[in-house]
């Protein structure tokens, strides 16, 4: 009988991150429902958390089963796609977030931001679940499943490409939105008050580092992935469970972790900042100046849009008191 295993998975690091992984999925749950928001977030953290469960019970399965085709596929498939599901929650929250700062800065509109890059996690998903079941029906054979492996190297290879433009284009807001902002001041970014108030907040920045460090650690996991599944299934790096731990298991569990209890429903409603909102108020004299002047992002129009408020009682202005 074939086994891929050129070691006995150690059973306290396999039920140390099983615990970590059950206590990321109650905490990610609890905050989900708690807020009320980002309910697609909250999904698919919570399939990558149970995935990540999945793949390390059939790691300690394999200590006493070294055998047995399906742990090792199992856990191969579970871990390995997991981390795609991370990489969607921090893409359904960077449209969120460009909008917060003003989508004038961003080269890609808001709206299509998750379009794309979910696109991009979908075909990594499927060529990385592709490869995992011919893995399976070549381990069913007693085969090394070499063509399995190459259709996963792609998938991970797609996904750490994705993720690449990913930061790339994060890194190219940031840049942009910083010299709009020494050239124009505040006016060069969006200037709904509730925008304005949560560039300011503690949880908000909280969730800016924590999004940018998971996206930086899933990078660099899936990098690492390219290069031991590259080396072959008998190779140095799967052969040896302490590269496993630290350069696959430890960033995707610290990943897990920020994006777990940093939840982004905590820094804002997935409506803000709301689309410019015109009220019924009294006639104006055209002499009189405005109060307020609000310059913000419109998603349906694609255009950078000014509300002059007049009125103190005005809603967008009560609401923000």
């Avoid at 998938?155 to 890194?171: D, K, N």
């Avoid at 709904?192 to 949880?203: C, F, G, H, I």
């Avoid at 009220?279 to 002499?287: A, F, I, L, Q, S």
Wanted: charged letters at 15%; aromatic letters at 14%.
């Amino acid at each position: 009988m074939l086994s891929y295993w050129s070691y006995r998975p150690s059973v306290p690091i396999n039920a140390t991150f099983i615990a970590m992984f059950v206590i990321f999925t109650i905490v990610g749950l609890s905050l989900g429902f708690w807020t009320r928001r980002f309910k697609k977030y909250t999904a698919v953290m919570f399939i990558g958390n149970v995935m990540q469960i999945i793949g390390y019970v059939a790691r300690m399965y394999a200590y006493n089963y070294p055998f047995s085709d399906l742990s090792f596929i199992t856990q191969l498939t579970c871990l390995t796609l997991a981390p795609a599901f991370y990489a969607a929650g921090i893409y359904f929250s960077l449209a969120q977030i460009v909008l917060i700062f003003g989508g004038q800065n961003s080269r890609v509109p808001p709206a299509l931001i998750p379009k794309i890059f979910i696109t991009c996690d979908i075909i990594s998903l499927i060529l990385q679940g592709g490869g995992g079941a011919l893995a399976a029906w070549y381990a069913q054979h007693e085969k090394m499943p070499d063509n399995g492996n190459y259709t996963m190297i792609g998938g991970l290879s797609f996904q750490a490409l994705t993720l690449l433009i990913f930061l790339g284009m994060a890194g190219d807001f940031a840049w942009r939105t910083s010299k709009a902002k020494k050239l124009h001041g505040d006016s060069a970014m969006n200037e709904d008050l509730s925008a304005r108030r949560l560039r300011r907040s503690k949880k908000f920045q909280y969730l800016l580092v924590s999004l940018a460090v998971s996206a930086v650690l899933i990078f660099f996991r899936s990098v690492y992935r390219v290069m031991e599944l590259s080396e072959g299934w008998k190779g140095h790096l799967m052969s040896n469970e302490k590269y496993v731990v630290f350069f696959e298991s430890i960033p995707v569990a610290v990943a897990a972790l920020l994006q777990s209890a940093i939840h982004p429903g905590h820094s804002f409603r997935e409506s803000e900042p709301v689309d410019i909102r015109f009220t019924d108020m009294p006639p104006t004299p055209e002499n009189r100046e405005p109060i307020h002047t609000i310059r913000r992002w419109n998603e349906k129009t694609g255009k950078c849009e000014v509300e002059l408020i007049y009125d103190d009682s005005h809603p967008v202005l009560s609401r923000n008191r």
